[in-house]
């Protein structure tokens, strides 16, 4: 819809509602009291519209319209192609949307149907799934620890460079790898993107913790100091509860824990 339309019917559910569910300014629309206590029934209104619309349609096995899925960056690049190009194909009208971003995504406000992450939430109507343990170590390109020598602590490789999160920018505490390293310093090469750091300890710029998953994936890079250094996080996904008769997000939820399981090398 235009935004003149837009405007024309919030106006008429306004007057049938006898109540302001917008503060109109030039810098756009901002929902006041009353419209944030009917955005919930609304959102679900719309969930309630979608699911009478498949049925009604007998859309149930044959998967239609759009799902958005946000996720960090290195789940995007390393753990989701291969659950949504399988969507994909067996569900030709289905439109799959990743949105490969290092944040929190928020399904109250619609920002994505299906959102993984590395904390559970706590807060809000959603519910919450474990898929499954991952492991982190520290890693440096294999020419970089061969120049350097054996390597039996952290001593023998403080000359390297870390490589790591921003720490203003880390959105999860379960990122924040260096504190629980102890190290008192911020390394000195810093990105809020995953494949960002990747992609510097690639180019042997230095040390860098990363998930194993996406390591393996690069024959050059060495686990340093494997027994020391090891963590282990775990990925959720989270969905917001009006979804869950939704058949094609449900769908999807199936076949992200599934495939990511596999990669992951998780049983259920």
């Not at 399904?107 to 109507?125: F, M, N, Q, W, Y």
């Not at 102890?182 to 750091?197: H, K, V, Y």
């Amino acid at each position: 819809l235009d935004p003149a339309t837009v405007g024309r019917r919030i106006t008429a559910l306004e007057e049938a509602l006898g109540t302001r569910l917008f503060d109109r300014s030039p810098q756009g629309y901002a929902l006041t009291e009353a419209g944030r206590s009917l955005e919930p029934h609304a959102q679900a209104m719309e969930s309630q519209a979608s699911l009478a619309a498949e049925e009604i349609a007998g859309e149930a096995d044959r998967l239609s319209g759009s799902v958005r899925i946000g996720a960090p960056d290195g789940v995007s690049n390393y753990l989701l192609p291969d659950a949504c190009d399988a969507l994909s194909r067996d569900n030709p009208d289905l439109q799959v949307q990743v949105v490969a971003l290092p944040r929190m995504f928020s399904l109250s406000k619609r920002e994505a149907d299906l959102a993984i992450t590395v904390s559970p939430p706590t807060a809000g109507r959603l519910t919450v799934r474990k898929i499954a343990d991952y492991r982190l170590h520290l890693y440096a390109h294999g020419e970089v620890l061969s120049e350097l020598g054996p390597v039996a602590s952290m001593d023998d490789v403080a000359g390297l460079r870390g490589i790591g999160y921003i720490s203003d920018m880390i959105f999860d505490k379960e990122l924040d790898y260096y504190a629980l390293l102890g190290r008192d310093t911020e390394p000195a090469l810093t990105s809020n993107s995953l494949i960002m750091q990747l992609r510097w300890c690639l180019r042997g710029c230095g040390v860098c913790i990363l998930p194993d998953f996406v390591a393996r994936e690069h024959a050059e890079l060495e686990q340093v100091l494997p027994d020391e250094i090891r963590l282990k996080r775990a990925f959720y996904l989270v969905r917001h509860q009006d979804d869950a008769r939704v058949a094609r997000i449900n769908r999807m939820a199936d076949v992200i824990v599934e495939r990511m399981r596999r990669s992951l090398g998780s049983a259920p």
